[in-house]
């Protein structure tokens, strides 16, 4: 098939655990910090030059290295202030690569990794961790920021500094290569350990960075340089406990341990097989239509209408005044893979001259897949429940459980029941689930459960006393930093780290401000959906109740009208947006002669075909989405509520496989329940659902036959979890367990012989209290030879 000249292309896009290493270190500094790398520069040359007299750093040995940063190491715990800051800028010039003894990215990559192995070793990051615990307790620091009326990078300062070491490190040690030696790879598993245990003042080092996302949220410290905690913390999270790759060889490992059969197919790699169905359809197409429409039947209805949910989001998708149910409309044209065209796009369609329309072979056009990508899977309650019918139908009775009797079924029932069986997939969540049923059934025969401390593990032990608050401060901050909220005085201020301290005045400093700022934004985007999915992913494998909570948790925080929020905009526009400006990204910055900037370069941008980290946040946030509403009758009616299918196949015109794949399972849960019109007018969605999403063999995701079914009781439905969650915590985690069962001490000496902590001001007051609660009440001793 020839593609027409407005056919969008494919994006050659490949999603994995993070960006290329120079963009994840770029992304940690806003344009306007750039100053200060020649800043840091000078205070490492002010003290280097006293110490090496006139040699470089790349010149000196390992052991006069080793000794230098030794030096700095004591340099650091100085009381005065200042002072500490210039040597904490010394050492973040070491571990950004001494780029002025370095003539190109390369050379300033290769001694950064090199100084940050060598700092690491030299005990460097424990001496910032406890300084980072100084300055969040800075309540002076705090005090003066709340006051102020314009916060500025000035404020965070010394904080900026200590982070970014800790992210270079973090970052840097995380990402392997071929050429590592043997003792930094060791020096990588001891730092992993060391992070995701509880070894920084009893918690994981995780902990601290979700405490001053929580701390800087509740207005207490608003000078908190938000982007980079997000960063690190991400970073920490995805090194602690593994990213894609890892967690799918965990999960095998997971199913081999429980004796399950093998995963029918490593999902990552038929995602990466998968090839994006066709855009929506070009301008040319459009007119060739039209014409035939005009030869043919001269029908009057209008070719191109536009989604009800506006493009440009100017109509707020959650406000319910649209008294006509817009996915019921049998015009509503299919916005994703059929015939919507951006309102910005109609010029272009008047000024294109009409095609001779092409006479092609209906062959060329449709592409049908050989064979379907995923192995269609069933649970075993589908299977009891395919039985549960047959049996009302034929014999007039059913026998719960039993999937082994088929007396009395007719032969084909036999054969289908044969094909379900041949399909089961049991998941370790179900295996988890059973488990926890029989442990709260049986606690006393079946004795204590052997908890595995992975780092996944201590993390949410840590977390889940202020689950809750971390869940609402990273939303806050997502909706804070979505490109579709306007700007409310009672949002947070996540711009404290990058606006400068004098605001611009030239026309050429406001622009690369507002690069900045845009820019700033969609990093904060990035590194919460990919924490945020992160944590679900593998708490759910680490154990289902434990992702429960935190789904729960972002359930009731409005986590899915905010992510159907974010995609109520142009998500096109979005997925291109220029908003870098590649002469100031680091390396490059810092080894290149700076050119002059002009608004006719910062317009251009780079000449990249998408922008990376808004794709991928795109995608995280669609997995989120799934991993929320996955098997959950109430949350997929909310999608139905707040009219999610016109956004979700707006997000369709990106030609990606992989978020389409995560758009078309979203749309595919609720497509039952959006009527028979829906369907008939979005059929290339509904092929696009069949040839890309998994099967269930018995599920009637097509056709909504079983609707009345199933009444909508979203509140019985989160209670019912949340009662199974709290029974599975208090069991596994609350220090007073097995209160019923303990053994009660009957002898009155030992019983009075116990001391009681008792607290201090109880020993001033203990008299007061005795003649108020003891002395001063009347007790009536003859109530007690009294039968009640």
Known sequence: MKKSSMESPNLEFEYGDSDMLTAELSELYSYTEEPEFALNRDYFEEDFRSHARGRRWTELTVDEQRAYVMRLLDALEVTDRDKRLKVARAILYLAQGVFDECDTEVDVLHWSRHNIFLLYDMGIFTALLELLSMEIDNSQACSSAVRKPAISLADSTELRVLLSIMYLMVETIRVQTEDDRPEWRAARETFKN???????????????????VTKFCSMNAPHFPMKKVLLLLWKTVLFTLGGFEELQQMKVGARERLSLPPLPEDSIKVVRAMRAASPPASAMELIEQQQQQKRGRRSRRPLVKQDSLDTYN??????NDDARDEEDDPEDTDSGIEGEVDPLDRDVIIQLPPPPPPLRPPTERVNFPKGLPWAPKVREKDIEHFLETSRNKFIGFTLGNDTETLVGLP????ESVKTLKQHKYVSVSE???????????????LGEEEVEETPAEILYVGMLPNLSQYVIALLKLLLAAAPTSKAKTDSINILADVLPEEMPITVLQSMKLGIDVNRHKEIIVKAISALLLLLLKHLKLNHIYQFEIVSQHLVFANCIPLILKFFNQNIMSYISAKNSICVLDFPHCVVHEMPELTAESLEAGDNNQFCWRNLFSCINLLRILNKLTKWKHSRTMMLVVFKSAPILKRALKVKQAMMQLYVLKLLKIQTKYLGRQWRKSNMKTMSAIYQKVRHRLNDDWAYGNDIDARPWDFQAEECALRESIEKFNSRRYDKNKNGDFAPVDNCLQSVLGQRVELPEDFHYSYEMWLEREVFSQPIQWEGLLQNP
Do not use: V
Request: aromatic fraction near 10%; charged fraction near 25%.
């Open 194 to 212: 060391e992070l995701g245990s509880p070894l920084y003042n009893g918690e994981p080092f995780a902990l601290l960075l979700f405490t001053m």
């Open 411 to 414: 032969r084909p029932i036999h």
């Open 314 to 319: 100017e109509r707020d998708p959650f406000k």
């Open 431 to 445: 295996i988890q689930i059973r488990r926890e049923e029989e442990l709260l059934q049986c606690p006393l025969s």
